[in-house]
């Protein structure tokens, strides 16, 4: 069950795949920002997957993030997530993440608790219409 307060806290290493410098050759090769909203992503979404029935799923809907320091490639990066906000389906959290040298990030995440198998119907309806 889904109780303010709940948190998580992940670790990983930044690879290669995660370099800005992936996404576009102009920027250096350090944690891209996109990846570092996706790790905030998927350890909310595991903490929920955590408490919630197995036919729910969750999607998030909103991001409020800084990238306020430069990770390198090679260094771990500590995600933390609280859930801060419960309003029936809809979950926020806040997040921070630090590598071993700063903090990198502050933020609010917002998810929604959904039915898999009528997410699942609803995306079926829409692939129909662009086949249709």
Request: aromatic letters at 6%.
């Amino acid at each position: 069950m889904l109780t303010v307060g709940l948190e998580k806290i992940a670790t990983r290493v930044v690879t290669d795949d995660d370099s800005a410098s992936r996404v576009s050759p102009l920027v250096p090769p350090v944690f891209a920002s996109a990846r570092m909203i996706a790790f905030a992503e998927v350890t909310c979404a595991e903490l929920m997957a955590e408490h919630i029935d197995p036919a729910q799923t969750s999607v998030g809907t909103g991001f409020q993030f800084t990238h306020e320091a430069a990770t390198p490639i090679g260094m771990k990066v500590t995600m933390r997530v609280r859930l801060v906000e419960l309003d029936k389906r809809k979950c926020v959290f806040e997040i921070e993440a630090s590598d071993q040298v700063d903090r990198i990030s502050v933020g609010r995440h917002e998810r929604f608790v959904v039915d898999r198998a009528k997410f699942d119907a609803r995306l079926a309806e829409k692939r129909a219409k662009l086949e249709g």
